[in-house]
C-alpha cells in the first residue's frame, strides 16, 4: 500500500522568505508524484507533477520540487514566497494503481 | 470545456435527510472518485469507479452510496445524513491514459444540522 506524509502542517512565512515543505511516500516501486495547491475557498489545481526523468520538476508560479529516490521525498521549495501562495498544499502518489493517496496537507500562510 | 461539475455548491440538511451530490465531467475520463476534506484530515476517499457500471470504496465509505450509469456522470448519496457527514465534498476524475493527474470539480459544502 502507498502512504504519504507531510511534515508541516502549518507553515507562516514573511513575504520573500524561502519556503520548503516536506513530503515522504511510501511505496516500493516505480511512482508518479504530485503537488496540488487549493488557494482559500477554492478547489485543488495541480502545482507540479513527477513521471520520470529530471529529477528537478519544475511546475507554476515559481514552484518546484525535488524527488530523491533514495530518500523517499518529494519536496516542494519555491525561493520567494508571496502573499498570494497563502493556500493549503498537498503532496500525491500514485503507485502500483491509479488511485493517488494524499497527504494530510501543509497551510501556508504568508504575511506581507 | 466545462472539465469537472458539481450540484450543489453548498446544502443544509438535518440530521436523518437524504441528499445526492452530482458530478459530471465532460472529458470522457474513465476514473471518477469521490472525497471529503476535513481540517486537520486531509483528503479521504469515499468511493470511486473505473468505469460505467463499477464502484468501488474508499477509504471511508459508510452512509455513503455511488452508482456509474455513465461515463460522464457520478453521484453521491447520502441516504440518512449525519452531523459527522459536515464537510467539503470534492469529485475528481482522470483519464488512464494521463499516469494519475486529478482533475477536480469546484467542491460542493455541506453541513448537517
Known amino acids: 500500500a502507498q502512504s504519504v506524509s507531510q511534515h508541516n502542517h502549518h507553515v507562516i512565512l514573511s513575504e520573500a522568505a524561502s519556503l520548503e515543505l516536506g513530503c515522504n511516500y511510501s511505496?516500493?516501486?516505480?511512482?508518479?508524484l504530485f503537488w496540488y495547491v487549493q488557494y482559500p475557498g477554492q478547489h485543488l489545481q495541480l502545482l507540479l507533477k513527477?513521471?520520470?526523468?529530471?529529477?528537478l520538476v519544475k511546475g507554476i508560479k515559481g514552484f518546484e520540487a525535488e524527488f530523491i529516490k533514495s530518500k523517499f521525498s518529494f519536496n516542494l521549495r519555491k525561493p520567494s514566497v508571496q502573499w498570494s501562495d497563502t493556500a493549503e498544499y498537498f503532496c500525491?502518489?500514485?503507485?502500483?494503481?491509479?488511485?493517488?493517496?494524499f497527504g494530510r496537507g501543509t497551510s501556508l500562510i504568508v504575511h506581507p | 470545456n466545462a472539465g469537472v461539475t458539481q450540484t450543489p455548491k453548498f446544502q443544509v440538511l438535518k440530521t436523518g435527510q437524504s441528499m445526492t451530490l452530482q458530478c459530471a465531467q465532460d472529458?470522457?475520463?474513465?476514473?471518477m472518485s469521490w472525497y471529503r476534506q476535513d481540517p486537520g484530515m486531509g483528503l479521504r476517499l469515499i468511493h470511486y469507479?473505473?468505469?460505467?457500471?463499477?464502484?468501488d470504496q474508499g477509504e471511508v465509505p459508510n452512509g455513503y452510496n455511488v452508482s456509474r450509469s455513465t461515463t460522464e456522470d457520478f453521484p453521491l448519496r447520502l441516504l440518512s445524513a449525519a452531523p459527522s457527514q459536515t464537510s467539503v465534498y470534492f469529485c475528481?476524475?482522470?483519464?488512464?491514459?494521463?499516469?494519475?493527474?486529478?482533475?477536480f470539480g469546484e467542491g460542493s459544502r455541506l453541513t448537517v444540522l
Open positions: 500525491a502518489v500514485n503507485g502500483g494503481s491509479y488511485i493517488p493517496t
Open positions: 511505496y516500493g516501486g516505480t511512482v508518479n
Open positions: 513527477y513521471f520520470s526523468g529530471d529529477p
Open positions: 472529458m470522457n475520463h474513465e476514473y
Open positions: 469507479s473505473v468505469g460505467a457500471g463499477i464502484t
Open positions: 475528481a476524475s482522470l483519464p488512464f491514459s494521463n499516469t494519475g493527474e486529478l482533475f
